[in-house]
T-cell receptor, first 112, second 118 residues
Framework: QKEVEQNSGPLSVPEGAIASLNCTYS??????FFWYRQYSGKSPELIMS????GDKEDGRFTAQLNKASQYVSLLIRDSQPSDSATYLC????????????FGSGTRLQVQP | GAGVSQSPRYKVAKRGQDVALRCDPI?????LFWYQQALGQGPEFLTY????????KSGLPSDRFFAERPEGSVSTLKIQRTQQEDSAVYLC????????????????FGPGTRLTVL
């Protein structure tokens, strides 16, 4: 079992719809959770961070965290073709190992 | 301010050659990380520096890989006697560090160096 699991996709949604991206993790010591967006041929770009249970909203993006279920998700409202990218979920322990552990990413396609 | 920069952006090496990849982190960032990303995969951790100290090198795949950050700023990842399996994108990331709360762990990535070993 991988430490961070994501559906590889592609997830295809029509323009204007809500895209829902999911991630599960195995390390209960994880304290910080991040979503990165990566366009083809580019490097990961941090778009959301979440540290406590519940929802965190930033513009069209909402991150949701449920530590009991070891589950984190990203909702993108009013999806745009420019949102088409791979979305990487990453977790961080805060103690001990400092590195981020990434999932393999979910490819999102927003159809115009 | 300026983000993380990396050079070169692309490197083609013949098998057996040595290569050096450079990372210039965001000014004031204490922590620096190197990751390796294969096509279709998420970044995989290689090594971590806090200032000039290399605190974790558990991800380095072999003793052909070596990293340094002698003055606590710019870092170099060196790969000796490159092999075809070393072909990947090498990403550098930096963060403020862990002294100021969880948000200080947010890591910002440079553009990466795409290494191709022929």
């Amino acid at each position: 079992q991988k430490e961070v699991e994501q559906n590889s996709g592609p997830l295809s949604v029509p323009e204007g719809a809500i895209a829902s991206l999911n991630c599960t993790y195995s390390d209960r010591g994880s304290q910080s959770f991040f979503w990165y967006r990566q366009y083809s041929g580019k490097s990961p770009e941090l778009i959301m961070s979440i540290y406590s249970n519940g929802d965190k909203e930033d513009g069209r993006f909402t991150a949701q965290l449920n530590k009991a279920s070891q589950y984190v998700s990203l909702l993108i409202r009013d999806s745009q073709p420019s949102d088409s990218a791979t979305y990487l979920c990453a977790v961080h322990r805060d103690t001990g190992r400092r590195a981020l552990t990434f999932g393999s990413g979910t490819r999102l396609q927003v159809q115009p | 301010g300026a983000g993380v920069s990396q050079s070169p952006r692309y490197k083609v090496a013949k098998r057996g050659q040595d290569v050096a990849l450079r990372c210039d982190p965001i000014s004031g960032h204490v922590s620096l990380f190197w990751y390796q990303q294969a096509l279709g995969q998420g970044p995989e951790f290689l090594t971590y520096f806090q200032n000039e100290a290399q605190l974790d090198k558990s991800g380095l795949p072999s003793d052909r890989f070596f990293a340094e950050r002698p003055e606590g700023s710019v870092s170099t990842l060196k790969i000796q006697r490159t092999q075809q399996e070393d072909s990947a994108v090498y990403l550098c990331a930096s963060s403020l560090g862990s002294s100021g709360g969880l948000s200080y762990n947010e890591q910002f990535f440079g553009p990466g160096t795409r290494l191709t070993v022929l």
